[in-house]
């Protein structure tokens, strides 16, 4: 299996912008979830799906972001417009059980906002 | 807050030796897991250990789970370079205030295996 993918690995853009990250879990997997990781804050959970659905989005810091899963196989978080406080650590992981089992992490996408 | 806390936050130690480790919580939980990071990686998931157990060994890892103290450690003998990387435990609870079952990280600790 070749893990959770992510993309792109990393991300630089300018005050303002959109900016679109992607994720695509583990076949089989029934849970997905965005985490942020910076060094002020540790690692946040930002947004959980079950079966492509959102179950808890309390950890979405404002309407900026944005998350969908249109399918069992793909994920999006958006960030509109960005800011330089949004710049971390993007990690997507995803779950063959309940939310509380073990994840699975993908590479992370380094996002920076100048 | 639930959020698990490692200790220490960083340990130095020479290969060979073991590394323990610890984390502490403060209210029930249903299990308790352990990842590590290494750098500019994802996190990699090590052991869960639910509540209702004491002990569980995987390869040179060992957890131990006290439910009475709300702590746990994770023991790694004989260590590696290898095993230098970012620790973390994470705590699978229901929120006091209710709602649905919850998975919240440490904010992690730092292990340096000087070969």
């Known amino acids: 299996d070749a893990g959770v993918i992510q993309s792109p690995r990393h991300e630089v853009t300018e005050m303002g912008q959109e900016v679109t990250l992607r994720c695509k879990p583990i076949?089989?997997?029934?849970?997905l979830f965005w985490y942020r990781q910076t060094m002020m804050r540790g690692l946040e959970l930002l947004i959980y799906?079950?079966?492509?659905?959102?179950?808890?989005d309390s950890g979405m810091p404002e309407d900026r972001f944005s998350a969908k899963m249109p399918n069992a196989s793909f994920s999006t978080l958006k960030i509109q417009p960005s800011e330089p406080r949004d710049s971390a650590v993007y990690f997507c992981?995803?779950?063959?059980?309940?939310?509380?089992?073990?994840?699975?992490f993908g590479p992370g996408t380094r996002l920076t906002v100048t | 807050s639930q959020q698990g806390e490692e200790d220490p936050q960083a340990l130095s130690i020479q290969e060979g030796e073991n590394a323990t480790m610890n984390c502490s919580y403060k209210t029930s939980i249903n299990n308790l897991q352990w990842y590590r990071q290494n750098s500019g990686r994802g996190l990699v998931h090590l052991i869960l250990i639910r509540s209702n157990e004491r002990e569980k060994h995987s390869g040179r890892l060992r957890v131990t789970l006290d439910t009475s103290k709300k702590s746990s450690s994770l023991l790694i003998t004989a260590s590696r370079a290898a095993d230098t990387a970012s620790y973390f435990c994470?705590?699978?609870?229901?929120?006091?205030?209710?709602?649905?079952?919850?998975?919240?990280f440490g904010k992690g600790m730092k292990l340096t295996v000087n070969p």
């Open positions: 076949s089989g997997h029934n849970s």
């Open positions: 994470a705590t699978a609870f229901i929120p006091t205030q209710g709602g649905s079952e919850k998975l919240v």
């Open positions: 992981a995803s779950s063959p059980d309940r939310y509380t089992g073990e994840q699975y």
């Open positions: 799906f079950n079966n492509n659905v959102p179950i808890d």
